[in-house]
Every structure is written in structure tokens, then in C-alpha cells.
């Protein structure tokens, strides 16, 4: 008997359909087909209830960055758990734990960052600097400083004001409900897609710097206009990577008009792109504001994390104001989480994992331009752990296949039988590897994801549709 003999998968996915509602739940293809149950990881490798073995090239969700199964997370999540599982965060009490944690991040953070507010996840994290930017600006006497700049595509987060900020249509369905009087969306920094034929990267950008110009101007200046939303890299909406220097010109305007610059770091920060926060190391600008979540502990507790600006904090803390921030979770600063992520931290550092990913990450991108060979493949692009695959119908026209094709499910359904997990997003295959990934493991996720293309294709053809 193996280890795998205990599971009845068929039962297990009976139950989930029953009684488990999933985050982005498709029902109709749910209701047929259930979910594939998990059961075990062993670094890059996750195992099903029947015993398969598949290479996570997806990194759980962008998040399993030191690997599964580390033993000495679980001992370190143990050992806090026996201490003390749990302690209120509010007003006059802390833990060790939290208190440890938050000096760690204002080290690693730019400099300007000495501040943390802890959250549940990447979502609350979003919501948190939604609050704190209108809280900080009434605190300022700024009343009318209220609207929210994000792009269009970009991805924030769930739960209500950070599903609001993210752009990407396919996440506003019609039966939901989103703030709409004061969040407001401009084009993102896709030049692959840009509509204007034989517009230079530069004259691009320009474009975009001009837009948001405007956009403060619609919206009567920069007297009503708060902050501004962006991830240095998209991630859900693309892995968009803007052209030189887009993200320094959207930070200078942002200085010049006293608008709050939120870097949404939940993806990028904590080594995905070889960097503890890719803001001020990978693009060159310090924000106000970096959510982060994640990477933050690997995933092995959920946690999240709001670093701000002395300049904010000193204007929240000013001296007998009588102020009192009304806001926080009965989770903020979970000591049990909180030692996780510091585990998670010293594992990284000790292990040198972000020396490996600026190592390894640029033969990541270089192995998979090769994939630009094949007919369906447009473009390959990213950067280092952080990249995707986006299919074509026609190279000449970027024109896309069908939607109901399902391109990039229809790809990473092969690679499961292969033994590789991709993220599919439509037209798309997204992929966030562990940092711990080697030039090894490179190679088989090129070959492998080469092969269900090229399987993928053939079916096209069978099919009549390419």
C-alpha cells in the first residue's frame, strides 16, 4: 500500500462539489467536472489523491517562494503555536512575533518605509491603504481628495474597494457591485497591444503620461485626485511589463500633484523578481505606500502587509490631535503567521534564494522566448520568476483565437498530463515558479510546455480551427 491508497478521489471531489464554493468557481464547467485535489508538496513538486506528480511551475499562486513542505517552517509554526497561538492585536497589546516582524520589513523595505500594518492577506492589504489614504487626507484637511487612479487590467485583490481598484473586465461580472463614483481606471502600459500602428515605445509612453494628466484634469485637478494604484509588474491582468521608463514618469507626476503612489508589491515583492521589494531595486522609485502578501511567508500562513511612508505616519501620529486609526482585523499580526514569515525570511536569506533567482531568472526568460518559434505563440514576456505565454491566431495580426477556444486551458490542460501546472487566463499561460528553481527545472518546463503546444495545435488542425 502506498500513501496515495488512503485517498477515494472520486469521493473527495463528490464532496468538494457539493459543499465547497471556490474562488472564481466557473458553475457550469464546475458542476461537471469538480476540482482536482491536492494532497501533498515536496518543494517545486505537488502530488494529486492519485498519487500524480506534477512540476508547479504557477508556485501555488504566486506565492510558494522558498517551496513545500520545508520542515523547518513547520517547526518554527509549531513551536509559536505551543508558545502562543494567538493574542489581540488592538490598541494597547502586542506580540513578539509581529513586533519582530514589522522592524524586519522597515529594514528591507526603501528607506523611506518605516511603518507596517498587518492584514489578513494581499485583498485587506489594499483595502487597508484605501482607508488609510482617505483617513491621511482628511487628516490633512484635504475633504475633497478622494479619487482613486488605477489602470485598466490591473489586479488588486477581492474583497470589495480592492476588486473595485483592479481593472481587468473579466473580474467586474454583471451580478457583482463595484465602487464606481471615485475609482477610476486608465490604459495600461501594454505596448504589444497598442493600437496605434508603428507608435515608438517611447511616443507610448507619452501617450500614457498624457492620459493620466488628463485624467487628474477630468476629475478637477489634483486637489480631488488621492492616489494612484499600480503593480510595478501586472500580474493577473498579463505579467505586463511597462517600457522604460513609464513607472518613474507615473511616480514624478505623482510627486509633482501630491497624489499617494501605491506600489502593489503582493506579487512582486519578497524575491520574485531578485529583490526583497522590486519598487525602488527593480524600477527606481521609492512610493508611499507597497502592499505585499504572498511571498511574505510563502504561503504557508496567510498574512498580509501595508508598509507607509514617515511622511503619512506623521501626519496620523501628529501630536494631540485626539486621532485614533479605526481600523484592523482580529488576525492583524498573528503571532503564528508573523513567526512563519520570519522563518520564511531567514530561510530566503540563508539560502541566498534571491541570488538564485537573478541567476537563473534571465535563463528562465531567455529558454522561453525560444517558444516564440511556434506559430501560435506571440509574445513571451516578464521578467525573471515572474513571466507568461500569450497564444496568437495570427502573429502578423495579433489577432486572438476565439474565446470560447480557451487557448491557454486547452495548453495547460496537456501540460497536466505531462506533468507540468500552468496557469491558463484565457488566452494566456502565466507562470511564478518557486524561487528555488534550478536551470534543470527551466529546461523540462520549456520542453514540456513546447510539447503541449505543439499537441495543442495538432487538435486545432483536427478540429478545423487552425
Known amino acids: 500500500m502506498n500513501e496515495f ?7 473527495i471531489i463528490e464532496k468538494d462539489k457539493a459543499h465547497h464554493l471556490h474562488p472564481w468557481q466557473i458553475f457550469d464547467v464546475f458542476r461537471d467536472e469538480g476540482a482536482l485535489p ?32 520545508r520542515k523547518e517552517m513547520a517547526d518554527a509554526i509549531a513551536a509559536q503555536a505551543y508558545q502562543m497561538s494567538y493574542a489581540s492585536p488592538f490598541v494597547d497589546l502586542t506580540n513578539i512575533p509581529a513586533t519582530e516582524l514589522a522592524a524586519k520589513l522597515a529594514e528591507l523595505a526603501p528607506d523611506n518605509l518605516n511603518h507596517v500594518f498587518f492584514t489578513c492577506g494581499g485583498s485587506t492589504a489594499i483595502d487597508t491603504a484605501f482607508r488609510m489614504i482617505h483617513y491621511y487626507q482628511n ?27 483592479g481593472g481587468k473586465p473579466g473580474d467586474h461580472p454583471p451580478e457583482f457591485d463595484f465602487i464606481s463614483d471615485i475609482i477610476h481606471h486608465i490604459s495600461y502600459p501594454n505596448y504589444y497591444r497598442c493600437e496605434v500602428e ?27 485626485v488621492a492616489a494612484f494604484f499600480a503593480e510595478p509588474i501586472m500580474g493577473a491582468g498579463g505579467v505586463i511589463v511597462a517600457p522604460d521608463g513609464y513607472l518613474q514618469r507615473m511616480f514624478e507626476i505623482c510627486k509633482k500633484n501630491d497624489i499617494l503612489f501605491v506600489a502593489d508589491e503582493v506579487v512582486t515583492a519578497f524575491g520574485r523578481l531578485g529583490h526583497w521589494f522590486a519598487s525602488e531595486d527593480e524600477f527606481g522609485i521609492k512610493p508611499d505606500m507597497i502592499t505585499s502578501a504572498k511571498g511574505l511567508t510563502s504561503g504557508y500562513q496567510p498574512l498580509g502587509a501595508l508598509l507607509f511612508s514617515d511622511e503619512i505616519w506623521d501626519v496620523l501620529n501628529e501630536k494631540d490631535s485626539g486621532r485614533y486609526f479605526a481600523h484592523g482585523f482580529t488576525y492583524s499580526g498573528h503571532p503564528v503567521a508573523c ?7 531567514e530561510i530566503m536569506e540563508k539560502e541566498q ?8 531568472g534571465p535563463y528562465f526568460e531567455q529558454q522561453l522566448k525560444t517558444l516564440e518559434e511556434l506559430p501560435i505563440v506571440g509574445q513571451v514576456r516578464g521578467r525573471k520568476f515572474m513571466v507568461c505565454v500569450e497564444y496568437v491566431a495570427d502573429k502578423a495580426t495579433k489577432v486572438l483565437f476565439p474565446e470560447e477556444l480557451d487557448i491557454g486551458k486547452r495548453i495547460s490542460n496537456n501540460a497536466d498530463k505531462l506533468g507540468l501546472i500552468t496557469r491558463a487566463i484565457v488566452h494566456l499561460n502565466v507562470m511564478s515558479p518557486p524561487l528555488t528553481m534550478t536551470k534543470d527545472n527551466v529546461d523540462f518546463i520549456v520542453a514540456t510546455l513546447r510539447q503541449s503546444i505543439e499537441i495543442t495545435m495538432q487538435e486545432l488542425r483536427n478540429e478545423g480551427h487552425y
Do not use: P
Not at 513567526?339 to 525570511?345: T, V
Open 339 to 345: 513567526a512563519a514569515a520570519l522563518k520564511n525570511i
Open 139 to 165: 487628516c490633512r484637511s484635504k475633504y475633497n481628495k478622494k479619487h482613486i487612479i488605477a489602470r485598466k487590467n490591473s489586479y488588486h485583490g477581492t474583497t470589495y474597494a480592492a476588486m473595485s481598484i
Open 5 to 11: 491508497d488512503q485517498y477515494d478521489t472520486k469521493a
Open 198 to 224: 508603428g507608435m515608438t515605445e517611447e511616443a507610448f509612453v507619452d501617450s500614457l503620461v498624457k492620459e493620466f494628466e488628463d485624467k487628474i484634469e477630468d476629475l478637477g485637478g489634483a486637489d480631488n
Open 38 to 69: 491536492i494532497v501533498k508538496g515536496d518543494n517545486c513538486y505537488i502530488y494529486d489523491s492519485d498519487g500524480r506528480k506534477y512540476f508547479d511551475a504557477v508556485g501555488g499562486l504566486w506565492c510558494n517562494n522558498i517551496g513545500l513542505g
Open 353 to 360: 534564494l534571491l541570488e538564485n533567482v537573478n541567476e537563473v
